[in-house]
């Protein structure tokens, strides 16, 4: 079961990025990665984990002793959840606003302009049928 359009925190990014990596794993571990970026002690971690376990973003399934969390969340739906916070909050729900900036933000190379070419013909022929 997926959690679409989750928002994380940056906080909660974090945590998502090195449980990705290390899967599955429990907060000690995650702690331990995390401890020399951020600082977070032990039970900052788990209490962020916990959360997102609420969230719907991390699984957590007791091993005697130890809680093993893993992700409910892929990287691609954590992405699409970051995106549609922005086009809804930064640019009202406009698409064309929000791909401009992206476009003109970004110097794209020639390989790149004709992969977005491509699937925008791709999904232009899709909407047809």
């Known amino acids: ?25 429990t907060a000690p571990v995650i702690q331990e990665k995390l401890f020399k970026p951020t600082g977070w002690h032990y039970s900052t971690v788990r209490t962020l984990m916990d959360r997102m376990v609420v969230k719907g973003v991390l699984a957590a399934k007791k091993q005697g002793k130890l809680t093993i969390y893993s992700s409910v969340l892929t990287r691609p739906e954590a992405q699409r959840g970051e995106l549609v916070y922005a086009l809804k909050h930064a640019f009202n729900g406009a698409l064309t606003p929000m791909v401009q900036c992206l476009l003109e933000s970004k110097d794209l190379n020639a390989a790149e302009l ?7 013909k791709a999904k232009k022929r899709s909407a047809k049928k």
């Not at 004709?114 to 925008?120: G, K, T």
């Open 1 to 25: 079961m997926s959690a679409p359009n989750v928002e994380l925190t940056e906080a909660e990014w974090s945590v998502i990025k090195a449980v990705w990596e290390t899967e599955p794993c």
């Open 114 to 120: 004709a992969e977005l070419e491509s699937m925008i």
